[in-house]
Nanobody, 126 residues
């Protein structure tokens, strides 16, 4: 059973940085697409970034492009989200997701991902 465990969230002031980690276990992830989403209470889950595990190609939402960087460490089965220049609008629960079968188009729709972590809260104060 695939498990995803996030860490690294917390409170931060606007302009600051955080690095989120997602440790994956219980599967062979070489063909996976890994994603980060975020969700505020009462709002829809929003795509943030994704990475193809094997080749490392990356994809970003326009709202975070140039500020956030997704990466992975194959040896540690870990995906990271480096967040710089944080804004109050980035406040949300950040969730790691895994899609078990790679596709030509990297999905940005949450329902197309197979596995989810529990999430880690990021709170950005002004």
């Amino acid at each position: 059973q695939v498990q995803l465990v996030e860490s690294g969230g917390g409170p931060v002031q606007a302009g600051g940085s955080l690095r989120l980690s997602c440790v994956a276990s219980g599967g062979s992830f070489s063909s996976y697409i890994m994603g980060w989403f975020r969700q505020d209470p009462g709002k829809e889950r929003e795509f943030v970034a994704a990475i193809r595990w094997t080749v490392g190609s990356t994809y970003y939402a326009d709202s975070v492009k140039g500020r956030f960087t997704i990466s992975r460490d194959n040896a540690k089965n870990t995906v990271y989200l480096q967040m710089n220049g944080l804004k109050p609008g980035d406040t949300a629960v950040y969730l790691c997701a895994a899609k078990g079968r790679s596709t030509v188009i990297v999905p940005r729709t949450p329902t197309l991902y197979d596995y989810w972590g529990q999430g880690t809260q990021v709170t950005v104060s002004s």
